[in-house]
């Protein structure tokens, strides 16, 4: 998909002499492909109307858009989280933040992630190059060293897992609780909560491709769209209005 | 040490080498399956992104046909032929069957439909499966227009509820979507290969497609592109790299009947690592399942846990083996150190108890310390405390009689000095006080056993024996042999030898001296009468009073039945001499009495004066003989000087 907006009002916005490129992921409301609609997808929209900015936006599995982040090739995406080592290749602007939990089959008998992590027979479904909080992290590297994880480039097939008993648990998100309505993925399930603090998620920017004053440029935008509201707005669409503030009061 | 504890270290240590070895062995066999794991998930991401790249590619491909028609505004075959072409697909997209056009039919527009594409000529063209629906969704070209894609256009894939779902699902997300497994329509053997099929769809333009239903509504069809699963696989990755082994399925399930494609080597050799991705593709999901079999380790993998194993527990069995070695040497030699102590125990009790049973005592001399240790006989012959045990060189030097302690000292002394045959050894014997004024005759042996490095001795050993009796049958057979056995007095030859050192004495000291000899008057009348009992006992008597006549210096001998001598050291005057021979004879004169009989008897007496009537022994005795003859013949009991 692709928006063509025409250049605002003159100021001191960022450097919109070249097409730039944004890429969605499919992640519950975050944005669904099937009703091209969704949290980022809104907040894609605003963001490139107030930049005034051509910015192409299309939808790819999350792994190739930090590919695509690392080698500069994209410019943007959206609702990442930061880590070492993709702090090397790319900034971020936070505009909201949420907790990670491990959703887990019933009959699995798992009351902790530490009991997922002892019993050898249990798998994990994750997104592939999704990071989480400092425990999730933990708990999906010592599963993907003893071959216990199955990846995936969406969630939608890791819930058919879920459902077929070839996956016993996933890492989800806010975003996720009504995709677990819709798919009846409450009735066998239980959520466990990691006691991690809430981590910031925010706009994706690659370093190869934006310099330093770009992404600071695009970084005052995204804060001004936090500070009027915009954000909340948004996240108020999708969310309860406790859980929206919840969100973007971080 | 016992047998359990000589093992024990040997055990500990085998058990910490192999510990150690496990430990290391687990680390490298952790690290060399990570490393394999790390090939292996480089693999499963490899392969994944080739599938996501290529989609992609189609993607665009599609895209591309989308943009020609937004561009035109229509869906023209014409332009839609050129497109592909110009597309050049080639080897590197051989998985590609066909790229086509489905044109979007409401009922309402069905026969205008149908006259068209007769029109184009396609006189026998009409929608397949045939009936009456609301909707129909006819192919209306193929390209490129080769092969089975010749096949005749006005296939409704909508018909087909597979193709349905996903024509749909690209329409309302204005997204490609793919189908499932599906058979081509335009496969027509029975072995087909499965095949799936991508659609995009075509919106009419400059229409609004933000909402779902504007999306519907402006519809104008699809461009899809049909794929052989087989063929695709194939221009992704040929042959997979050895040891490696794919499936790809459709859906979530690994069912054989959802498989779209299988490597060739799938299951031929057992999976050492197994790992499935979900993949989302065009809102589709497959499962790829990818196994890495023997092969693939040998390719990556270290191969260091073996020799890790191997070598660690040869080397834990060599290091068990030295330390039980060690430790039981040195258990044997401590065994053998006490075999030899018990050995040499026994070895000093046999030698105790040989040299106490003999009668023995033994003394171990330290001459650094000065200390004599003794055994029980040596300290029973010293007269020493018996629980004494050590005493010091002084105290048994004081024990020494005064006579025999220069002689003692210097006989020990060879024990001191090594003799030419290398040995030192020394025999004394000496007299020891025994108490109240007695004396005890030992002997003393002894020999050197130990020496500094400067060849001084350190420890003399020896034994001293109790020959006290032995000394008293000397003494008393050398009495026997220098004294006449009747009276007692010496005999002819110790009286011989007192002469010869009296005179030596005189001579050296011009001394003179007197020798008397003494023959008694009518002796052997009373041996005839009375017999020789009171005979023998008449000579004791006469010996007693010479002796009793005498001076203390003066030496009494018997050479003969009745006969005496008599000599007399020391002489002041001649007139000493001839006054003590008539003293003599006067003592002799008187009468004796034995057993009840008084009898008389005289003495005739010689006597030669040193060196007046002689110079030596023989000239002497000559002289005094001569005179004691003149003195019988003079009457007898008379003095006669030579």
Redesign the interface.
């Given at each position: 998909m692709s928006l063509l907006l025409s250049p605002g009002p003159a100021r001191a916005g960022p450097d919109c002499s070249r097409p730039l490129t944004l890429a969605l992921h499919d992640h519950g409301l975050l944005y669904s492909a099937d009703t091209n609609s969704g949290v980022d997808k809104d907040f894609a929209d605003e963001l490139i109307r107030r930049s005034g900015c051509k910015v192409t936006v299309s939808l790819m599995p999350r792994a190739r858009i930090w590919q695509l982040i690392e080698s500069g090739a994209l410019d943007f995406s959206l609702s990442g989280i930061s880590n070492p080592s993709r702090e090397q290749f790319a900034s971020f602007a936070w505009y909201f933040s949420n907790k990670y939990y491990l959703l887990v089959r019933k009959d699995s008998g798992i009351q902790s992630h530490a009991d997922f992590e002892r019993n050898p027979a249990l798998k994990l479904g994750v997104i592939r190059s999704f990071r989480y909080s400092d425990s999730a992290n933990r708990l999906v590297d010592t599963l993907q060293s003893a071959n216990r994880v199955s990846q995936a480039s969406g969630l939608a097939p890791l819930y058919q897992a879920m459902t077929l008993n070839h996956i016993q648990g996933m890492i989800i998100e806010p975003f996720d609780y009504p995709a677990l309505d819709e798919r009846k993925i409450r009735d066998f399930t239980r959520i466990i909560e990691f006691n991690d603090p809430a981590v910031p998620h925010g706009l994706i920017m690659s370093k190869k491709a934006l310099s330093p004053e770009e992404q600071e440029k695009w970084r005052s935008l995204v804060t001004e769209m936090r500070n009027d509201g915009a954000i909340r707005r948004i996240f108020e669409k999708y969310f309860s209005p406790d859980q929206a503030a919840a969100m973007v009061n971080f | 040490m016992s047998s359990a504890r000589s093992n024990l270290l040997p055990g500990l240590i085998l058990a910490f080498s192999l510990t150690l070895t496990w430990w290391v062995w687990d680390h490298e066999r952790q690290a060399a399956r990570?490393e394999l794991?790390s090939h292996f998930d480089f693999a499963?991401?490899e392969a994944?992104?080739r599938i996501?790249q290529r989609m992609?590619a189609y993607d665009q491909m599609l895209r591309g046909v989308q943009g020609m028609v937004a561009a035109t505004g229509r869906m023209d075959r014409t332009q839609f032929h050129d497109y592909v072409n110009a597309l050049q697909i080639d080897a590197n997209l051989s998985g590609l069957q066909a790229l086509g056009l489905i044109e979007f039919v409401p009922a309402e527009r069905k026969a205008a439909h149908l006259a068209r594409m007769r029109h184009e000529g396609y006189t026998d063209y009409r929608i397949d499966p045939p009936g009456e629906r609301e909707i129909y969704t006819p192919v209306i070209q193929r390209e490129p227009d080769l092969g089975q894609n010749r096949a005749p256009p006005g296939f409704d894939p909508w018909s087909d509820p597979v193709r349905q779902v996903a024509m749909a699902?690209a329409r309302?997300?204005?997204?490609p979507s793919i189908t499932g497994k599906v058979r081509l329509a335009t496969e027509t053997g029975p072995a087909a290969s499965p095949g799936f099929i991508m659609y995009l769809p075509i919106y009419a333009r400059d229409r609004p497609l933000e909402k779902?239903e504007q999306r519907r509504q402006n519809l104008q069809g699809w461009v899809f592109a049909s794929f052989r699963m087989k063929d695709l696989m194939a221009s992704l990755y040929g042959e997979l790299p050895p040891g490696l082994a794919l499936s790809l399925y459709d859906?979530?399930?690994a069912d054989e009947s959802a498989l779209l494609s299988r490597s060739s080597q799938w299951g031929k050799r057992p999976a050492i690592?197994?790992?499935?991705?979900?993949?989302?593709v065009a809102?589709h999901?497959w499962?790829l399942s990818l196994t890495a079999q023997d092969a693939f380790a040998s390719r990556f993998g270290r191969n260091g846990e073996e020799w890790i194993a191997g070598c660690g527990i040869v080397f834990s069995l060599l290091l068990a083996l030295i330390a039980w070695q060690l430790s039981t040497t040195r258990a044997r030699a401590l065994r053998l150190a006490a075999n030899m102590t018990h050995d040499l125990r026994e070895s000093e009790q046999r030698w105790a108890f040989a040299l106490e049973g003999a009668g023995d005592g033994v003394w171990d001399w330290n001459r650094e310390s000065q200390q004599i240790v003794t055994s029980a006989r040596w300290r029973e012959i010293m007269g020493y405390d018996e629980n004494r045990l050590a005493f010091g060189f002084d105290e048994w030097k004081c024990r020494i009689h005064p006579d025999d302690l220069i002689p003692t000292l210097r006989a020990m002394q060879a024990c001191l000095e090594k003799q030419a045959d290398g040995t030192a050894s020394c025999v004394a014997e000496y007299r020891v006080c025994a108490g109240e004024g007695q004396w005890k005759w030992v002997l003393s042996r002894g020999m050197t056993v130990s020496r500094s490095a400067d060849g001084q001795p350190e420890r003399i050993i020896g034994t001293i024996t109790d020959i006290s009796e032995r000394k008293a049958i000397e003494d008393r057979i050398q009495h026997m042999a220098q004294h006449d056995a009747l009276t007692d007095l010496p005999n002819r030859a110790l009286f011989s030898d007192r002469l010869q050192r009296a005179l030596a004495n005189a001579n050296r000291r011009q001394e003179r001296l007197s020798l008397a000899f003494l023959d008694l008057d009518h002796f052997k009348p009373i041996n005839d009468q009375y017999g020789h009992a009171v005979g023998d006992q008449l000579l004791q008597q006469v010996a007693r009073r010479l002796q009793e006549t005498v001076r203390t210096s003066d030496t009494v001998g018997r050479i003969g039945g009745d006969e005496f001598v008599i000599l007399m050291p020391e002489l002041q005057e001649i007139s000493d001499a001839h006054g003590l021979a008539e003293k003599i004879r006067r003592a002799l004169d008187q009468p004796f009495l034995i057993d009840g009989h008084r009898l008389n008897i005289s003495c005739s007496l010689g006597i030669a004066i040193y060196p007046e009537h002689g110079r030596d022994e023989i000239s002497l005795a000559k002289s005094a003989d001569s005179a004691m003859y003149r003195a019988k013949e003079s009457g007898r009991n008379s003095v006669c000087m030579a």
């Open positions: - | 990570q794991k499963l991401s994944v992104s996501d992609t699902r309302d997300a204005g997204m779902l859906g979530v399930e690592m197994t790992a499935n991705e979900y993949l989302v809102g999901n499962l």
